[in-house]
């Protein structure tokens, strides 16, 4: 079995900063790649941001140039770096793992998610 842990949400003003990190641990052979969606009162979950073991990135287009996503392969941990946040941010924060099992069986993984609000 696998678990995915986020942790770091919090209340922030707006044009403020937070870090967001997520860390999968459990039984699998590595890790695919790791995501993290957002999903705020009465919309659709939503992806934010991707990054590949081997340090791929993409990005929503409403977070580009204001969100770094990075991953420490060696402690399984992805981050989030939230900058220049505004109201529209607030959501809560799902983080996402795609891990191989030892057969290369690729099983994906969510966390219980962790709340950001920005809000004066």
């Known amino acids: 079995q696998v678990q995915v842990v986020e942790s770091g949400g919090a209340l922030v003003r707006p044009g403020g900063s937070l870090t967001l990190s997520c860390v999968a641990s459990?039984?699998?052979?590595?890790?695919?790649?790791m995501a993290w969606y957002r999903q705020a009162p009465g919309t659709q979950r939503e992806l934010v941001a991707t990054?590949?073991?081997?340090?791929?990135?993409r990005y929503e287009n409403s977070v580009k140039g204001r969100f770094v996503v990075s991953m420490d392969n060696a402690k399984n941990t992805v981050y989030l770096d939230m900058n220049k946040l505004n109201p529209e941010d607030t959501a809560v924060y799902y983080c996402?793992?795609?891990?191989?099992?030892?057969?290369?069986?690729?099983?994906?993984?969510w966390g219980q998610g962790t709340q950001v609000t920005v809000s004066s």
């Open positions: 996402n793992a795609n891990v191989l099992s030892a057969t290369y069986r690729t099983s994906s993984y």
């Open positions: 459990g039984t699998f052979f590595t890790i695919s790649n």
């Open positions: 990054i590949t073991s081997g340090g791929s990135r």
